[in-house]
């Protein structure tokens, strides 16, 4: 069993940045990959990042690269995400999930409650 909580959302100006973490309870969080994703109002959930167990592969939609990056702790039980240059777009409730590598929801097993990112124009 894992549980997931994110923290870190808040209000932003288009251009700024944030860092959302998912903090993990469970002594097996080391053996998940772990990943975020976002769902907007009247969206589909979609892929955001993943980072295998050990922190040595990521993935990124095509939408975040470049912008976003995805890094752990896991002597910290604790998954972040660094979100830069951002966009209206980027506005959502963000998840952490833990599961197996991958970019569907279907791959991951634990989810957190999700912290909204809203971005201003």
């Known amino acids: 069993q894992v549980q997931l909580v994110e923290s870190g959302g808040g209000l932003v100006q288009a251009g700024g940045s944030l860092r959302l973490s998912c903090a993990a309870s469970g002594r097996t969080f080391s053996t998940y990959s772990m990943g975020w994703f976002r769902q907007a109002p009247g969206k589909e959930r979609e892929f955001v990042a993943v980072?295998?167990?050990?922190?040595?592969?990521?993935s990124y939609a095509d939408s975040v690269k470049g912008r976003f990056a995805i890094s752990r702790v896991n002597a910290k039980n604790t998954v972040y995400l660094q979100m830069n240059s951002l966009k209206p777009e980027d506005t959502a409730v963000y998840y952490c999930?833990?599961?197996?590598?991958?970019?569907?929801?279907?791959?991951?097993?634990?989810w957190g409650q999700g912290t909204q990112v809203t971005v201003s124009s």
């Open positions: 980072i295998n167990w050990s922190g040595g592969s990521t």
């Open positions: 999930a833990a599961g197996g590598f991958g970019e569907r929801t279907y791959e991951y097993q634990y």
